[in-house]
Every structure is written in C-alpha cells, then in structure tokens.
T-cell receptor, first 113, second 115 residues
Framework: QQQVKQSPQSLIVQKGGISIINCAYENTAFDYFPWYQQFPGKGPALLIAIRPDVSEKKEGRFTISFNKSAKQFSLHIMDSQPGDSATYFCAASTLDSNYQLIWGAGTKLIIKP | GAVVSQHPSRVICKSGTSVKIECRSLDFQATTMFWYRQFPKQSLMLMATSNEGSKATYEQGVEKDKFLINHASLTLSTLTVTSAHPEDSSFYIC???????????FGDGTRLSIL
C-alpha cells in the first residue's frame, strides 16, 4: 500500500513535443506529491509538487495533473527540450511518516533534437 | 535558497577504510535529514532518518553499526561508512527539510568506490 508505481520506465520524445509521465498510488493518506528531476551524477532537484486539494498545478513548461478518485498523478512537459533529458521521479508522503518520501521507480526521458 | 551541500563528491579508498560524508544545509535549519543510497538506474533507497539531537532511525535491513549517522546540529549531518567493503560502493545522497515539512532539498551526492 506504500508503493508508488511509475510509468513508463523510459521515454523518447521529439524536441518540441509533450512528455508525459504517470504515477499511481494506493495509500489515500498521502498528502504531498512532488516530482524530482535528476541528472547523471547529481542529486534529485525538486521540479514541481502538488497537494490533493487541487487537480492541476502549472509552473512554466511543467504541469502536474492530479486525479484523486483514480489515485493517479502525472507530469506533463510542454515544448520538451534536449536539456530536459534526465531521469524523473515521482514521490508521495504523509505528515505522520515524518515526511518520508515514497519514490517511484523513475523514468529516463530522452529528448531527440 | 534552500541549498544542501554534500562533501566529498567522490571517494575512492581501500577495503577496510572508514569514510565520512558530510551534509550541510547552507541557508536553512534542517530539522530532519535523510540519507539515501542509489544503485545505477534505480530509484532512491532510504537508509535512515535523523532529527537534530536525536538518534537516527534506520530502515529495515540497514546496519546501524555499519552506517553511523550523526545529526549534531541544525545544519550538519554526517554519515560514516565503517570498515567499508566493495559491496558498500554506491551513490549516497542526503536531503534535508526544515520545520515547514516539505519539500526535501537534496545534496549532489557522494560516489563511493571501495577497491
């Protein structure tokens, strides 16, 4: 019940296209859903995050869509650029878990020029 | 803002050596720090959680005598890998959060290679 399932494992998108990564969870107590971007040899960096009281959050080219009833959330990258090529992780946490993050397996995104 | 500095970025040492990794929050007070281990092409695996001034809480399967964690101040936590062996070679990453709860801010990781 603590798992966060992420798909796809890898994704290739043409420059200028839309990249979409999906995550699903079971634990309805999760109340914070971040997306992290990780480049090789670096630590993850927070990209965007959402709480379950909203269905969508947009920051620049990055949008989180959240479906509470389906227990799913997704990351959309508009106008994808080669510099977006990285591994993306979704995660989830609850207040009473000391804010520990439960991580998805990651998606390796490659943007082709 | 919210910068976490991790040092060193890379360590190569002989089997049997103990290695200390530092994690510092540069511009905020880190109420809680987390230590992760990441294998190639895999997700982050939480090793332990430490609150300032308290003993670290280790995840199941993580040897507390092998991976010593100290969180002596609100800006510094250290992970010491004692008597390291080749199987301890990995990418170790720390993160920190302040009293507000989220988000976690991550260091740039330490690549540990034990020969």
């Amino acid at each position: 019940q603590q798992q966060v399932k992420q798909s796809p494992q890898s994704l290739i998108v043409q420059k200028g296209g839309i990249s979409i990564i999906n995550c699903a969870y079971e634990n309805t107590a999760f109340d914070y859903f971040p997306w992290y971007q990780q480049f090789p040899g670096k630590g993850p960096a927070l990209l965007i995050a959402i709480r379950p009281d909203v269905s969508e959050k947009k920051e620049g080219r990055f949008t989180i869509s959240f479906n509470k009833s389906a227990k799913q959330f997704s990351l959309h990258i508009m106008d994808s650029q080669p510099g977006d090529s990285a591994t993306y992780f979704c995660a989830a946490s609850t207040l009473d878990s000391n804010y520990q993050l439960i991580w998805g397996a990651g998606t390796k995104l490659i943007i082709k020029p | 803002g919210a910068v976490v500095s991790q040092h060193p970025s890379r360590v190569i040492c002989k089997s049997g050596t103990s290695v200390k990794i530092e994690c510092r929050s540069l511009d905020f007070q880190a109420t809680t720090m987390f230590w992760y281990r990441q294998f190639p092409k895999q997700s982050l695996m939480l090793m332990a959680t430490s609150n300032e001034g308290s003993k670290a809480t280790y995840e199941q399967g993580v040897e507390k005598d092998k991976f010593l964690i100290n969180h002596a101040s609100l800006t510094l936590s250290t992970l010491t890998v004692t008597s390291a062996h080749p199987e301890d070679s990995s990418f170790y990453i720390c993160s920190a959060r302040d009293r507000g709860g989220q988000p976690q801010h991550f260091g740039d990781g330490t690549r540990l290679s034990i020969l």
